[in-house]
């Protein structure tokens, strides 16, 4: 017998949709990674790292240079105070850091508040832990909660929130007056936060990242999740980083020596000398997402495509009714990878409950080329539904 927290699940969406483009050699603006080979001088530290590097196990919560190149990073970029030895781990990706911090932490029966949209491994991986998750709905187009929302999600068995800020899907960064106000109801019901703050450095234009761990009262009570693979376009390097007080790294290392025990020493060497060395990648990295962001949501635009806007993270997203598209988001993007050879991801794979909404979203970081060649095939697909629009999802 297999459990059903995972026997009952799909394959995640991000998977089916690259699944379908790399079968029927479609273009692939679902899953977000970057298409280029991402920074070079990082790459080659890795290659010298497995050449002449150590490779057997390294410490079990990361490699000291890595750990003190990360509290530096936060220190330069976001005036963090992290003591490396005592608050840093170094996980396999961001997705370990989130499954240690939700098996570290949570008791059965403990009530945990997500954000819908959610990134699909929160959900399962709380209900593994015994966490009963709690349900809050962001909708298009600003995807902002108030304060009677949060309201009603926090009671008295409330012990977590889980907030994933840049929000992959939304394109949003979070403004200050939110945090403060999601920090207030934290230290009110004496919540952990558990912040998924892998865009962090995906940040557009005027928007600003802010850490909700700096909030007054959250210093002791939120762990902080980074992912090198975001930072560095390098998306399947899976070196992530969890930052906590130390009362909280003692429990989340502890599982942690469980999941995967360590991650590759030459990936954490390369890292290490990536945030070392990288101030200036950290400048011109988003500048060149912005353009094609720009490039991609002129496009559409000219298509007659309804584009929502995008401050962060590697996405834009698309309104289909509004873009006069009738059809579901999930039968639209089957259609597109199908009919028009190119992969988006259906926004409504990220509600557990209500989806009602009907949002594409494409990744932008692609060339130029492929970027247009996108749209044109999006806009084949849009003109296929309406010829015969499909009701099913
Ligand atoms: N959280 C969010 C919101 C993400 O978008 C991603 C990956 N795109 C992850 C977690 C996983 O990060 P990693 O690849 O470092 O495990
Ligand atoms: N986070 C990536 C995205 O949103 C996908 C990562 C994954 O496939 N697990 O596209």
Request: hydrophobic share 45%.
């Amino acid at each position: 017998m297999a459990n059903p927290i995972f026997s009952s699940l799909p394959t995640t969406i991000f998977e089916e949709m690259s699944g379908l483009a790399r079968t029927l050699g479609a273009i692939n603006l679902g899953q977000g990674f970057p298409d280029d080979l991402g920074p070079e001088p990082i790459r080659r530290k890795a290659a010298d790292a497995v050449l002449n590097g150590y490779n057997q196990y390294p410490p079990m919560r990361g490699l000291p240079e890595l750990r003190q190149a990360v509290a530096g990073h936060y220190a330069r970029h976001q005036g963090l105070d992290l003591d490396w030895e005592g608050e840093v781990t170094i996980t396999s990706g961001a997705t370990e850091a989130l499954t240690a911090s939700f098996l570290a932490l949570i008791q059965p029966g403990d009530e945990v508040v997500l954000f819908q949209p959610l990134y699909d491994s929160y959900a399962p991986m709380i209900r593994l832990a015994g966490g009963v998750p709690r349900l809050v709905r962001l909708a298009p187009p600003d995807w902002r909660f108030t304060r009677a929302m949060l309201e009603a999600a926090f009671g008295a068995r409330t012990r977590f929130v889980v907030l994933n800020n840049p929000i992959n899907p939304a394109g949003v960064v979070l403004p200050d007056e939110d945090l403060a106000l999601l920090a207030e109801l934290c230290v009110r019901h004496d919540v952990t936060a558990i912040c998924d703050e892998v865009w962090e450095q995906v940040v557009f234009g005027a928007a600003r990242h802010r850490p909700l761990i700096a909030y007054p009262g959250m210093r002791e009570r939120t762990v902080k999740i980074g992912s090198a693979g975001k930072m560095f376009g390098l998306t399947g390097w899976k070196v992530g980083f969890l930052c906590a007080a130390p009362q909280l790294t003692h429990s989340l290392a502890r599982a942690h020596q469980f999941l995967t025990f360590t991650t590759p020493p030459n990936l954490q060497a390369a890292v290490a000398w990536g945030l070392e060395n990288s101030d200036d990648w950290f400048t011109t990295m988003p500048r060149q997402l912005e353009a094609s962001r720009d490039r991609l949501a002129e496009g559409l635009r000219r298509e007659g495509f309804a584009v929502l806007p995008n401050q962060g993270t590697y996405f834009l997203n698309v309104d289909l009714p509004a873009s006069g598209v009738a059809e579901a988001d999930r039968a639209f993007c089957l259609r597109a990878v199908h009919e028009a050879g190119v992969a988006a991801i259906p926004v409504s794979a990220f509600y557990e409950e209500d989806p009602v909404i009907s949002i594409v979203r494409l990744c932008f970081s692609k060339a130029d080329a492929v970027l247009d060649e996108g749209v044109r095939r999006l806009a084949k697909a849009r003109d296929l539904s309406r010829r015969a629009p499909s009701p099913t999802a």
